[in-house]
């Protein structure tokens, strides 16, 4: 079994720069609320072992923001594939995982991620599968459980939604 998390960053502001647009206040905000949200899924069994990110200063700062909720998390890594990739290369990233990593968090970037939640994604629980159906906006995470030993055999309809989470889900800390 394979646990997958998909994170898109959080808002960022503009720049004349992409790799260097850093989250904006919205951003941060909405990173501190994704990472209570993650949280509450490391007690349903989602504790990401490996991280992985985009390179660009949102999704490093992204990352920063949840990263105080991913206790588990053993190894860290800025992957230049996963910056503004397409879904077909994204997947072949995930493929090549090694198997050992069998939970893995990754924070990149829209079309990409919508695009690879649309194409894993095979079954899930309804309200999840209606929330999913409007697209990752910035900071929404995607919970994908997988049932395979490899890495290698993710592919088209594999998965199940298990939680797909936008900033305005999630109440903020008291």
Known sequence: MKHLILLRHASAENGDVDRARALSALGRSEAARMGDALGALAER????????????????ETLAGVRGALVAARREEADEVLYLSSAGRLLTRLQALADADTQVLIVGHNPGLG??????VERG?????????HGLAPATLAALRIATPHWRDVGPRCAELVEFLRPRDVAPAA
């Open 45 to 60: 069994g989602f504790r990401p072992e490996l991280l992985l990110t985009s390179p660009a200063l949102r999704a490093r």
């Open 115 to 120: 695009e690879l939640v649309r194409l894993l």
């Open 125 to 133: 629980a309804a309200d999840v599968l209606l929330r999913a159906a």
